[in-house]
């Protein structure tokens, strides 16, 4: 009987993290790395990438370094090319750039534009960068994926792609009103759209596409925040960090072959209520 963890582990294969220098992309990249894959680490910014690749490399895992800005089509494009000279094949694409306004404590003050007074380039940034740059990776990657009839899709989404932002858990006393933006609700549903669209598109072939669902993830945020944020979950806190990488591998690899089409939530209850 074959060992049900061979179905994640991901040796020979190749997976392109975009983002790859983020909270959550850094740990997605550890996590493909530490199951076996090349892994690409693709970011807007080249010395955090070339920095984290190198990191990677000494922890004895095969990872390169990228620059890439998925607005662009070229960009997107040469991301791809780079990885198939260096590795051969492209058998995972992690889309987990974003345009995520932060509340932590490097941000403040950042979101006082209530939607009436929201900027229209601000908006058609967000556009461009969380879902065309979606759109533009997953041309690209599904190239060599149709070529090598292999390849698994996963788009990084949020739970207010499913549910409106509660405003309130970004009040404090004192200060002046913050608020999610409306693009982060609006591009990240349209992230499950395309997710969908991507894996009834791809019927009949062995490429799939599904979404991860992230709750808030702790980093360094004031305990106003946390409190707020903490008493909106089933279970009373933020994520770690980590606490996405098993979705995220499970997703990537050969242990969720039966699914495409999907979208799996790690939350904290926060959808659940």
């Not at 994640?8 to 530490?34: D, P």
């Not at 089509?73 to 590795?87: G, H, I, R």
């Not at 094949?89 to 929201?118: I, T, W």
């Not at 990240?188 to 993830?217: D, F, H, Q, S, W």
């Amino acid at each position: 009987m074959a060992d049900i963890f061979d179905k994640f582990r991901m040796n020979g294969q190749t997976a392109v993290v975009t983002g790859g220098c983020g909270l959550l992309g850094k740990e997605f990249c550890r996590t493909l790395a530490q199951a076996g894959a090349a892994v690409v680490v693709a970011d807007v910014n080249q010395a955090a990438a070339d920095a984290f690749a190198a990191e990677l490399a000494g922890e004895g895992h095969q990872a390169l370094a990228v620059e890439v800005d998925v607005t662009s089509p070229a960009s997107v494009n040469e991301m791809v090319e780079k990885t198939l000279t260096a590795f051969g094949r492209l058998d995972a694409l992690v889309c987990s750039a974003a345009m995520d306004p932060k509340f932590d404590d490097q941000h403040q003050g950042q979101h006082n534009s209530s939607f009436e007074d929201y900027p229209l380039e601000a908006w058609k940034q967000a556009l461009d960068v969380n879902l065309t740059g979606l759109f533009l990776c997953a041309q690209a990657a599904v190239k060599p994926m149709l070529a090598q009839n292999h390849g698994s899709i996963i788009n990084i989404c949020s739970t207010y792609g499913l549910v409106g932002p509660d405003q309130r858990i970004y009040e404090k006393p004192g200060k002046p009103r913050q608020y999610k933006p409306v693009f982060y609700s609006v591009t990240k549903a349209g992230v499950l759209g395309l997710t969908r669209y991507l894996a009834t598109y791809y019927a009949g072939t062995k490429i799939r596409a599904n979404a991860l669902t992230p709750g808030g993830v702790f980093n360094n945020h004031d305990e106003t925040f946390l409190a707020n944020y903490s008493a909106r979950t089933v279970l009373g806190r933020m994520a770690n960090r980590d606490e996405m990488s098993g979705a995220l591998l499970f997703l990537a690899s050969d242990a969720s072959s039966y699914m495409t089409g999907s979208n799996l939530v790690v939350d904290g209850g926060w959808t659940a209520w």
